[in-house]
């Protein structure tokens, strides 16, 4: 009895915690149904006549080429993240190499500078190049802000793969390729989705780099959303539209994307 007692009260702790953490987006969501007009009331109003007015307002804005272009500069870096990770994480856990410790704390110590740091040179070369407002600059900049994270991320997750079994496929003559394609990788596949998610994730909404680096060939959806706050206000109603649209490839991955990063990000949790 004081056991179901207990666990009742913790899932109630447990929800009202999940009410607390989506009820921002619920609104957001809610207040995109609104006119300007009443989403710009105080204290706010909790019913109104829902419109898809402010949804017509932000296509009629041309949205969807900064979808494009965030879809585009997401889902290249992670792609090349993930071919460029797996095999250091690789080289770093299940056969390190020389001095393995000082490799990780170089990935990781690219993390430490901030991003405003590190912009100068970053401004000059791209543009010295004759690469502003080019979407590959993206990709290639997203790519080296997302790789020493995914580098820790998929050693992590490699060192979860029990040696044991890779000796069993090397005594049946698996060769390295083998071993990553039929061994390696159905193991840490739920960590592989995780650590793709994440920079996913990470480039989608990326926001320093795309506003100076980017104008109207290559902006991004962050950039689109700014566009909505002007010297006259922000355009509550049509802001929360446009998030809507901007937030929901990211809510689709996280979905389809679900019960493989449960179980990657949980790997390493119990032994």
């Keep these: ?4 007692l207990h666990n009742s009260i913790w899932g109630v702790v447990a929800w009202i915690a999940g009410i607390i953490f989506v009820f921002p987006v619920i609104w957001m969501v809610l207040t995109s149904f609104k006119q300007e007009n009443v989403a710009a009331t105080n204290p706010p109003s909790w019913f109104f006549a829902p419109t898809l007015a402010q949804y017509t307002q932000v296509f009629d804005r041309n949205i969807t080429p900064f ?6 500069a997401s889902v ?25 410790s000082d490799s990780l704390f170089f990935f990781i110590s690219t993390k430490m500078m901030p991003a405003v740091a590190a912009f100068l040179p970053v401004y000059l070369l791209v543009k010295h190049l004759g690469m502003l407002d080019n979407i590959w600059t993206m990709v290639i900049l997203y790519t080296s802000m997302n790789l020493p994270l995914a580098v820790w991320m998929m050693r992590s997750f490699l060192l979860e793969v029990p040696r044991e079994v890779l000796e069993a496929g090397e005594v049946d003559g698996a060769g390295l390729l083998t071993s990553i394609r039929k061994i390696i990788l159905p193991i840490v596949s739920p960590g592989l989705a995780a650590t793709a998610l994440i920079c996913f994730i990470f480039a989608w909404n990326e926001f320093f780099l795309a506003v100076n680096l980017t104008a109207t060939a ?21 802001l929360c539209a446009a998030a809507t649209i901007v937030s929901l490839p990211v809510l689709i991955a996280g979905w389809v994307a679900q019960n493989k990063l449960v179980r990657g990000l949980s790997m390493g949790a119990v032994k």
Excluded: C, D, H, Q
């Excluded at 979808?67 to 585009?72: G, T």
């Excluded at 770093?92 to 393995?100: C, D, F, G, Q």
């Excluded at 290559?218 to 049509?238: C, D, K, M, N």
């Design 67 to 72: 979808l494009l272009n965030s879809l585009m």
């Design 76 to 100: 290249f870096s992670t792609i090349l993240v993930v071919l460029l990770a797996t095999p250091a994480a690789y080289a770093l856990s299940l056969r390190p190499v020389a001095k393995w």
């Design 218 to 238: 290559s902006g991004t959806s962050p950039i689109f959303l700014v566009g909505f706050i002007s010297s006259e206000g922000a355009f509550l109603a049509r």
């Design 1 to 4: 009895m004081r056991a179901r």
